[in-house]
């Protein structure tokens, strides 16, 4: 099933929404935090978008760009954070579902844009989506240039244990790449160093 959680912190006729994309086997609530700082610093609305890590690649980004566009459709600027598996959807959704025409920013947080090896040991058909040099990784290296008008800032977790190497997450082109030392994968979510970057991500 998927869900998701819309917080509006200004008027009802603000112009931005962030929307919020989760990792493998979690759910929107891992960034309230984040999604708490963002609102504060930015005075913006916010969304997310849960789903089962037991579901296809396809049947999720389908549902992310059904979620953006019916959620989506009042607001006049579109920013995506997606951490993890969450940073590949975004992509799809931006290079391959036409949401490049609607978004302008996007941050990842340690996203394995070129795989991981870490996941060999992950269940279900998602798993065949973060091994390195996939067919999702491929496509979307090959079709970064349908996204190139949309600002792209990647953070890299240096002690990442569940995008190996972590450079992986570094591994997109014309990416703004910011290094985070001494944190981890889940690490990236709670880190206020890592908030204070994406509020400055989503400012540029």
């Known amino acids: 099933m998927m869900r998701g959680s819309k917080r509006r912190r200004r008027a009802p006729d603000a112009a931005r929404m962030v929307v919020f994309v989760h990792g493998f086997g979690a759910g929107g609530a891992v960034f309230g935090p984040m999604r708490a700082r963002i609102e504060e610093a930015l005075d913006v609305a916010t969304l997310d978008f849960t ?6 690649f396809s049947r999720v980004a389908t549902d992310l760009a059904s979620h953006i566009e019916r959620e989506g459709r009042r607001w006049d600027q579109l920013d995506l954070v997606g951490h993890s598996l969450g940073g590949l959807l975004a992509r799809w959704y931006l290079q391959e579902l036409g949401g490049a025409e ?9 996203t394995p844009h070129a795989g991981t090896r870490s996941a060999r040991i992950a269940p279900g058909p998602l798993r065949a989506v973060l091994l390195p040099d996939n067919t999702i990784v491929r496509r979307l290296k090959q079709g970064r240039a ?26 997109v082109e014309n990416a703004d790449v910011r290094w985070f ?24």
């Open 102 to 110: 609607r978004v302008q920013r996007l941050v990842t947080l340690a």
């Open 181 to 204: 030392e001494g944190v981890g994968h889940n690490g990236m979510l709670f880190d206020t160093d890592v908030h204070d970057e994406v509020v400055e991500a989503l400012r540029r």
């Open 51 to 56: 789903y089962r890590s037991s579901q296809s």
């Open 146 to 171: 349908r996204a190139s008008d949309v600002q792209h800032t990647a953070l890299v977790a240096s002690d990442d244990l569940m995008v190996t190497p972590p450079a992986s997450a570094a591994a």
